[in-house]
């Protein structure tokens, strides 16, 4: 059974940093990974999708790894803004594309 | 592109009513929708599945005689909360499956549901 697991739970940086937020999987065996943004009372955003061949993706500040074999991802946020205050989701299809596992999430403020 | 909406973004309804949801997607044919559900401060897990033309397929725990899902056209999909309570108030998000990207889901803006 897949579980995500996300590291910190949350995180509160001054604005200007770097930063990175983790997510971490048990079954290696996935067709992509995921990173969403959620906004409070919002739905999600989808921010990056890497495939399983695919090491990183990159989009503007923000740039996420993929090593399938240990079972984890990484989304680095370059200098970091109040706006990016939200909650970070990744998620991995479970039994083909259908079901998406989500973590439960980083929530991040950063402030002025 | 891949714009989902739902609709009502929120909705207050008494115990023991029913209460519909649609999620549509705008620009594109979802042969696939997906409900799911997030309570505060949770994570979403997912409720069902729905592919067009066809029953959906629950996850354990689910009750499907509660949570109604029709998937009617390429482009609709409801979800029906039958006899809310309390305990139902939550958040309820769908996605839907482009046929021409299978591998993604985009996700609407959700719907509050209060249930008093």
């Known amino acids: 059974k897949q579980e995500v697991t996300q590291i910190p739970a949350a995180l509160s940086v001054p604005e200007g940093e770097n930063l990175v937020l983790n997510c971490s999987f048990t079954d290696s065996a996935i067709y992509n990974l995921q990173w969403f943004r959620q906004d409070p009372g919002k739905g999600l955003t989808s921010l990056l999708l890497i495939q399983s061949s695919q090491r990183e993706q990159t989009s503007g500040r923000l740039n996420a790894s993929l090593d399938k074999s240990s079972g984890r991802s990484t989304l680095y946020i370059a200098a970091s803004q109040p706006g990016d205050s939200a909650t970070y989701l990744c998620a991995v299809p479970s039994g083909g594309y259908n079901k998406l596992i989500f973590g439960a999430g980083t929530r991040l403020a950063v402030h002025p | 592109g891949a714009v989902v909406s739902q609709h009502p973004s929120w909705v207050i309804c008494k115990s023991g009513t029913s209460v519909k949801i649609e999620c549509r997607s705008l620009d594109f044919q979802a042969t696939t929708m997906f409900w799911y559900r997030q309570f505060p401060k949770q994570s979403l897990m997912l409720m069902a599945t729905?592919?067009?033309?066809?029953?959906?397929?629950?996850e354990q725990g689910v009750e499907k005689d509660k949570f109604l899902i029709n998937h009617a056209s390429l482009t609709l999909s409801t979800l029906t909360v039958t006899s809310a309570h309390p305990e139902d108030s939550s958040f309820y998000i769908c996605?839907?499956?482009?046929?021409?990207?299978?591998?993604?889901?985009?996700f609407g803006p959700g719907t509050r549901l209060t249930v008093t």
């Open positions: 729905s592919n067009e033309g066809s029953k959906a397929t629950y």
């Open positions: 996605s839907a499956r482009d046929r021409d990207t299978p591998y993604e889901q985009y």
